[in-house]
Every structure is written in structure tokens, then in C-alpha cells.
């Protein structure tokens, strides 16, 4: 038992000699989606293994961040196209990318170069939140997704059903994009 939580612990970057880990756990993501069953944690594994776990995640305001994150992502879209215009010495249509990507460029047109900088500057504040968090606890434990593996094409920018697509894509960053956000590294453990 004693090697298995040595390398849990390098898993997890801890070092020294503590050999029991504060780890919080949580199965809610912060964009509130249901959590598929066979997604749900291994909290249970690692206290049998002797470790402090405890259900906890740090509170973050997550209407604030999807929304910066959104500007962040499609404003990076509009600034590729324009690039990829002068790669082809002309303005990129639709016939040159993607629907999915010609929809997030064109998403992007609502927003201005200043909510652009209040976008960045709302993340800001995730980072902290997640630095205070960690104080008291050396792992936050969640799942990788939330849902499943998804079906061969099921995630294609591709789709036409455009509303769709950001939907599908949450259940893969519903967890991680904390960590995208905050600066933190994370990881995905097969511990299930």
C-alpha cells in the first residue's frame, strides 16, 4: 500500500515525505451539467488507501468565466482567419474552413477590442480563487469529462447544427478548463 501512495503522490507532483494527501474532490462541474454515472469519481480509492478526502471545489463565478472564455476563443478564431488572409493574399470565406469555425469568427464581430481585454481580465480572478484553494487541499480530484467517450464524427467542425457543438464540446472542458483558466496543471489519472 505504502508504494502505491508514493506513486499516487508523483503522479500528483507532491513531494517530501507526506504520504496522506489532503484531496478534494468533486463530481459537479462548475457549469452544472449532470455528471454520467460512469464518470463519477475514485475518491473512494484513494481514502481507502489512507489519504484525507473530502468533498470540496473551489467557488469560482462560473457565468463570468464562460463568458470571457467565449470572447477569448471567439475573438482567437476571427484574429486566425485574418492571418490566414494573408497567408492566401485574400479574405477567408466560409469555403476555407470549417462550419464550425466560420461561426465562431463571425461570433466574433459582436465583441469589441476592449471586452477582448475585460475577457483576459476576468480569467484573472479564476487564478487566484484556485491559489487560495489550493492552500488546503494538495489535489482536487474530478472527473475527466462528464459524459462518456463520444462517437466517432459525434465532435466535428463539421456540423451544421452549429447551437449544438459547444454543448457536446462542454462535456469534454467542463472540469478542465478550470485549469486552462487558472494556470494549474492537472492531469488525467486512470484511477476508475
Sequence with gaps: MLQCQKEIAAAFGIKGDRQRLRIAFTTKPWNLHEVDSECVDAA???????????EASPGID????????????TAQTRALLQF?????????TSEDVEPVTWAWSEDARQFSASDYAE???????TGRVVGRFFTGYDVLMTPTMFTPPHKLGEVSMMRTDIEAFPNIVLSDVAFIRLFNASGNP????PLH
Design 44 to 54: 473512494k480509492l484513494c481514502e481507502d488507501l489512507g489519504h484525507h478526502v473530502e
Design 62 to 73: 462560473e457565468a463570468a468565466l464562460t463568458k470571457a472564455i467565449w470572447i477569448i476563443i
Design 84 to 92: 490566414a488572409a494573408l497567408v492566401l493574399g485574400r479574405q477567408a
Design 119 to 125: 475577457a483576459i481580465t476576468a480569467v484573472h480572478p
Design 186 to 189: 492537472a492531469m488525467s489519472v
